[in-house]
């Protein structure tokens, strides 16, 4: 059953606080929150703010978010579901958007599937994962995306098929839309169960080593996208690398900081502003523009009103 949530508060702000649903766990009050479960709900959700001409945006699990501390002046929906809907036909799997990504690749394995083993242990929900192309390892979700039925704010919904999508490195033609990704279907192919098995656990094990666990250290995993070869010949290079090599991790703004085992990735510890955050990747930025004179550009997505130059 989808929930709402627009209680007053006492510090003044009359809506939910989006640091409980950012992994960051920073964000300031929203007008209001819904979060819905199934495609049904959501679409009730989407109508019902239709009627009453409020205007929303929408999150998924909040991995991939730098929310302000003034918050968000609009209605949020959350599209999210601790629950997993997958069906599976033959090679391929039509999933519900507001499935959990990690369920998603488990659910692969399990079936004997491959082709989603780069999605594992990547925090946040389907949908979100469509709208940015999520992966790892040189792979992305949308090499197996078939097609998408996308909603609008009128609750409209069309099916996309995957190549008008432009899927690219951390991009899709989603970004920036007003498309609600509702559902997916990918074309997977058939592996070898106890192999897949054994990559899953390598690859959580790898990224157990890397990466801050997110559920106890509030972060939005890599803050910069890494670098674009410059011709077909090279690599996509680490940002983390000319992080590291310029000295990033020795910065600090309030109570944000570089994580001490990957620069590229700002933790926050208690009572960190997305300010702080913001001011950080603004020095940290700056440090790798300096030395190696290289821009480096955002993979985390900013929300909200932010104060005047900040953003
Ligand atoms: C510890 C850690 C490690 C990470 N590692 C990786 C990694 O290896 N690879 C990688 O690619 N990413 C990684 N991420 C980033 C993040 O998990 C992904 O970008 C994830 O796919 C974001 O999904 P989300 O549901 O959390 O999106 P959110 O953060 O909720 O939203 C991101 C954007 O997508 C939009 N959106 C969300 N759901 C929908 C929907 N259903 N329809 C339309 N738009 C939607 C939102 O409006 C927003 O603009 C990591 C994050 C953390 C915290």
């Known amino acids: ?48 703010l239709g009627e009453v001409g409020e205007e929303f945006v929408l ?16 209605q949020v929906i959350r599209y999210f579901s601790e629950k997993p809907q997958i069906a599976r036909q033959g090679n391929e799997l039509v999933v519900q958007a507001a499935t ?39 792979e992305q979700i949308g090499d197996r995306v078939l097609s998408v039925i996308a909603m609008d704010h009128h609750a409209n919904e069309r099916e996309i098929p995957g190549d008008e999508l432009a ?22 192919r058939l592996g070898d169960r106890d192999r897949l098995r054994t990559r899953r656990q390598e690859i959580l094990a790898l990224r157990a080593a890397k990466h801050p666990d997110w559920q106890h250290t509030p972060t939005a995993g ?10 077909k010949a090279e690599r996509r290079q680490a940002a983390g690398w000319f992080l590291e090599q310029a000295g990033a991790k020795a910065l600090r703004v309030g109570k944000a900081r570089p994580f001490e ?14 300010v702080d955050v913001l001011e950080l990747s603004r020095q940290m930025a700056a440090l ?19 104060p005047a130059g900040v953003a």
């Not at 998603?104 to 004997?112: D, K, M, R, T, W």
Request: net charge positive; aromatic share 6%.
């Open 100 to 138: 959990r990504l990690d369920d998603l690749a488990s659910y692969a394995v399990q079936e004997g599937l491959d082709g989603l083993l780069c999605c594992t242990g990547i925090p946040g929900t389907v949908g979100g994962a469509i709208v940015g192309n999520a992966g790892a390892f040189g």
């Open 288 to 306: 790798v523009k300096e030395k190696f004179g290289i821009e480096l550009h955002r993979e985390v997505r900013l929300l909200g009103s932010w």
């Open 1 to 48: 059953m989808s929930k709402s949530e627009s209680t007053w508060r006492p510090d003044g702000a009359n809506g939910p606080l989006l640091s409980l649903y950012t992994t960051f766990r920073i964000g300031g009050p929203c007008r209001g929150l819904t979060t819905c479960e199934t495609r049904a709900e959501l679409r009730r959700a989407v109508e019902a």
């Open 167 to 188: 899927f690219g490195y951390r991009q899709s033609r989603l970004q920036n839309t007003d498309s609600i990704v509702v559902s997916v279907r990918l074309r997977l």
């Open 261 to 274: 085992k990957h620069a590229n990735i700002i933790v926050a510890e208690r009572g960190c502003r997305a």
């Open 222 to 231: 890599s803050f910069f996208k890494n670098i674009e070869p410059t011709s």
């Open 59 to 74: 999150l998924g699990g909040g991995s991939n978010l730098l929310v302000s501390d003034a918050g968000v002046n609009q």
